[in-house]
């Protein structure tokens, strides 16, 4: 059984920075490509950033590029959302993710473990 357990949410001003953390159980963490998507309330949840399971491709939403980083630490089975720049629409519920597959993918089918979510609240 795999668990995703994330952290590192919380309330920061307009243009500051968080970084998430998402611990992941089991030792087929190398295995897949690992994900970040996040809902607002009254939205759907939607793509954020995606990590190969190398780490060394990424694929970013474009309300991310420029702004947040994705990576992870096979070590530590630990995946990384570096976020700076926020702004008061980055307000979510962040959920980490894991994939099917080691392919790099965006899309919510694709996902098939998932984190609780972490609350980020931006204030402007």
């Known amino acids: 059984q795999v668990q995703l357990v994330e952290s590192g949410g919380g309330l920061v001003q307009a243009g500051g920075s968080l970084r998430l953390s998402c611990a992941a159980s089991g030792r087929t963490f190398s295995t897949y490509a690992m994900g970040w998507f996040r809902q607002a309330p009254g939205k759907e949840r939607e793509f954020v950033a995606a990590i190969s399971r190398s780490g060394g491709s990424t694929n970013y939403a474009d309300s991310a590029k420029g702004r947040f980083t994705i990576s992870r630490d096979s070590a530590k089975n630990t995946v990384y959302l570096q976020m700076n720049s926020l702004k008061y629409e980055d307000t979510a519920v962040y959920y980490c993710?894991?994939?099917?597959?080691?392919?790099?993918?965006?899309?919510?089918?694709?996902?098939?473990?998932w984190g609780q979510g972490t609350q980020v609240t931006v204030s402007s």
């Open positions: 993710a894991r994939a099917r597959s080691s392919a790099l993918v965006s899309a919510l089918y694709d996902y098939n473990y």
